[in-house]
């Protein structure tokens, strides 16, 4: 799978919108795009996938740049329940019904909320 | 709540001793995955299973092994504990065995604490 980075850590203030980057330069034309986070002391949840549009749902946005080779999530008014570690990993749609359904978590960015 | 469920919730036991932890996944997700977050190597995939079958193996050792059974709940084994077998362990499920957009979710998780 291609590799993504985003950056360790990043602050926000209740409220106010929060935009977490990930380069995946070595993107493939048949990788989508997913974002997962974990809130302290449970297990990760889904937030929102993408392939090549840009992607809204009730929890996040997800802006895809043209070249695919960035892409950044979106929370519209961050609140203290966002506090959490978010991964973006790639996943290749040619893999659909295979046998390599497995998510590859990195380190992720962990994001604090003030209030 | 995810629906997909996790017992023991925490678990401590002793080097060389086996344990065993169970899942059971979403009413209708047929495909079981497991994952171990640690603090030095954080999460990783190390088997998963799809309508009772292993369909791929991660970093698992050993002395670790899982099943699916018909009902569709998962057991995975850890035998000959060592210290560093300390972990939180997730279970997934999905509707699929592939990737693409196939979205997991995770249950609460087991902690296990090996003295």
């Known amino acids: 799978d291609a590799k993504t980075t985003q950056p360790n850590s990043m602050e926000s203030n209740e409220e106010e919108p929060v935009h977490l980057p990930c380069n995946h330069s070595t993107i493939s034309g048949t990788d989508y795009i997913h974002w997962y986070r974990q809130l302290p002391s449970q297990g990760p949840e889904y937030v929102i996938h993408?392939?090549?549009s840009n992607v809204n749902n009730r929890m996040a946005s997800l802006a895809i740049a043209e070249d695919r080779k960035s892409s950044t999530l979106i929370l519209h008014r961050a609140t203290l329940r966002d506090a959490a570690v978010y991964y973006c990993i790639l996943r290749d749609l040619r893999d659909y019904g295979g046998s390599q359904g497995n998510l590859i978590f990195g380190k992720g960015t962990k994001l604090s909320v003030k209030p | 709540d995810s629906g997909v469920t996790q017992t023991p919730k925490h678990l401590i036991t002793a080097t060389g001793q086996r344990v065993t932890l169970r899942c059971s996944p979403r009413?209708?997700?047929?495909?079981v995955y497991w994952y171990q977050q640690s603090l030095d190597q954080g999460l990783q995939f190390l088997i998963q299973?799809?309508?009772?079958?292993?369909?791929a193996k991660g970093n698992i050792l050993e002395r670790f092994s899982a099943q699916q059974f018909p009902d569709l709940h998962s057991e995975l084994n850890l035998s000959s504990l060592e210290l560093g077998d300390s972990a939180l362990y997730f279970c997934?499920?999905?509707?699929?065995?592939?990737?693409?957009?196939?979205?997991?979710?995770f249950g609460p998780g087991t902690r296990l604490t090996v003295l």
């Open positions: 997934a499920s999905s509707v699929g065995s592939g990737a693409g957009y196939n979205e997991q979710f």
């Open positions: 299973y799809y309508n009772g079958e292993e369909r």
């Open positions: 009413s209708g997700d047929l495909s």
């Open positions: 993408g392939l090549t």
